[in-house]
């Protein structure tokens, strides 16, 4: 989140492609401010576990240098994003499009600032057609921040937004 030095992270693109920590925005189309994970620093099967660093100047902080709370939920998005990102790079397929179309009961029980050094796990855990569920959390050390449960759209093949029934 913010400014963001990467020169530790390999690049997606490496040979050694397969190699854990890889930086998010080279695994997500968000770019920017916009990419609030720094790095994939695990992939499983259904599950991944990303790294942030809340950064000042960050456009998710608030005056008094706290997260806010609405970006807990695009952490865990873009932590299985980039999940999806690392299989398709290692896989050499296409790209696909994904959405977050929904958001169900999600629990802050803490609040990050700038400077904090977070950890955000989401796990797929159940799929429909092009339909997810994931449930995810953002950590700063043992203490949970937020979690919950995100529905997420991923178009494959000729299907549009337009064509699925959201």
Not at 8 to 35: F, N, Q, T, V, Y
Not at 70 to 81: D, G
Request: net charge negative; hydrophobic share 40%.
């Amino acid at each position: 989140m913010g400014e963001k030095n990467m020169s530790d992270i390999p690049d997606a693109a490496a040979p050694d492609s397969e190699r854990l920590p890889k930086r998010a925005e080279d695994l997500i189309p968000h770019g920017g401010p916009m990419c609030v994970i720094d790095a994939l620093t695990f992939a499983g099967e259904k599950s991944a576990e990303s790294r942030v660093t809340v950064r000042e100047g960050s456009p998710f902080l608030r005056r008094d240098g706290t997260v806010e709370e609405t970006v807990f939920v695009e952490m865990i998005a873009q932590c299985i994003a980039a999940r999806n990102g690392y299989d398709t790079a290692k896989e050499k397929r296409k790209s696909q499009e994904g959405y977050l179309v929904g958001v169900k009961s999600l629990k802050v029980t803490g609040c990050a600032r700038a400077g904090d050094i977070l950890t955000v796990k989401a796990a797929k855990y159940a799929e429909y057609g092009g339909f997810g569920v994931i449930e995810g959390s953002v950590w700063r050390e043992a203490e949970v921040l937020a979690q919950g449960e995100l529905k997420v759209l991923q178009i494959t093949g000729n299907v549009s937004v337009s064509d699925a029934q959201v």
